[in-house]
């Protein structure tokens, strides 16, 4: 990551380097902007794991897909709603066995966000969740590479 993006310690100050380097041409700053972002967000939200932590990158990465479908500022409110009454990890869990979404995968490998599927936090520590669910993440994820 450019030193310029990672310096930034604010959320909104990374959306504002992200539009002037877009503006720019600089494609790729603008994406490292996103994805600060996303981490900072999710540093700011408040996570016990670093599990919590993906999965709340994961979170805002889905209302960065919202938002730029809708062309205004959109919150994943049923996610929040779930994260609220169960918790980070297990609304996770839910939304990926309740939801089996390719289109969600798409939207965010169409905007370079692809590494933030839920899926991704699944297998990435399936000790936390059922067996179920990873297997459904593994299998989705094997889909998703073809």
């Known amino acids: 990551m450019d030193d310029r993006v990672r310096s930034i310690q604010c959320p909104d100050k990374c959306k504002i380097f992200e539009k002037n380097a877009r503006d720019r041409g600089y ?3 603008a994406q490292q902007a996103i994805e600060r972002s996303l981490v900072l967000r999710a540093e700011l939200h408040g996570a016990d794991t670093e599990a919590e ?3 709340l990158e994961a979170v805002f990465a889905y209302e960065e897909v919202l938002s730029r479908k809708n062309r205004k500022k959109t919150r994943a409110v049923g996610t929040w709603q ?3 009454k169960h918790g ?3 609304a996770v869990e839910r939304t990926v066995i309740n939801k ?3 289109e969600a995968y798409q939207a965010l490998k169409d905007i370079g966000l692809e590494n933030y599927a839920f899926e991704i936090v699944i297998t ?3 000790e936390l969740f059922s067996k179920d669910v ?3 993440s593994e299998e989705r994820m094997k889909e998703w590479q073809h």
């Open 100 to 102: 089996p979404e390719a």
């Open 27 to 29: 494609d790729g700053l």
């Open 88 to 90: 980070i990890l297990p």
């Open 53 to 55: 932590l993906k999965a």
């Open 124 to 126: 990435s520590n399936p």
């Open 134 to 136: 990873v297997k459904t």
């Open 82 to 84: 779930l994260i609220r």
